[in-house]
């Protein structure tokens, strides 16, 4: 008898302790589901350009294309090409001799080589679809851009 009211005693204890953690466990999910609602439902700071900034680009606009929808592809390609320069745009730096850089993913990046890197990305894309880059984003300019507007 003893020994099962000990028995019985050690299995209440591991009981209360899992409960203990389920229901800090439980407690973090709630959190954790509210961030995805403010993100997903009412929209998060970033928005439509995070998405697209983080996007990979090129299996994107290859499975468009193998799936015979070349337009979506290329409004895609397009909304990418805007985001990316524009992401540029929310927080430049001025380093004092005429340069602006701003902090991506955690690196400096200067204007030109991001305009660089990016044009890089999706020429190639853009020549696979048989289109060329609209006049508005091959020309795209920081100063316009950031000025639209205010004149």
């Known amino acids: 008898m003893e020994n099962s009211i000990t028995f019985i005693s050690i299995v209440l204890v ?20 509210e961030k995805l609602k403010n993100r997903f439902i009412e929209g998060s700071k970033g928005g439509e350009s995070e998405l ?6 090129i299996r994107s606009v290859r499975a468009l294309y193998y799936l015979n929808q070349k337009e979506e592809a290329y409004e895609l390609l397009n909304k990418y090409l805007y985001y990316k320069l524009a992401y540029f745009a929310q927080d430049p730096i001025s380093n004092g001799n005429g340069k602006e ?4 993913n955690g690196s400096i990046r200067y204007k030109e080589e991001w305009h660089d ?19 508005n984003l091959l020309q795209f300019n920081y100063d316009d851009f950031l ?5």
């Open 14 to 33: 591991i009981w209360g302790i899992l409960e203990i953690i389920l229901f800090f466990k439980v407690w973090m999910m709630t959190d954790n589901v």
């Open 117 to 135: 890197t990016v044009f890089k990305i999706v020429t190639p894309l853009y020549k696979e679809l048989g289109k060329d880059i609209p006049d």
């Open 147 to 151: 000025n639209f507007g205010k004149k």
């Open 101 to 104: 850089y701003t902090y991506i």
């Open 52 to 57: 697209f900034v983080n996007m990979d680009i």
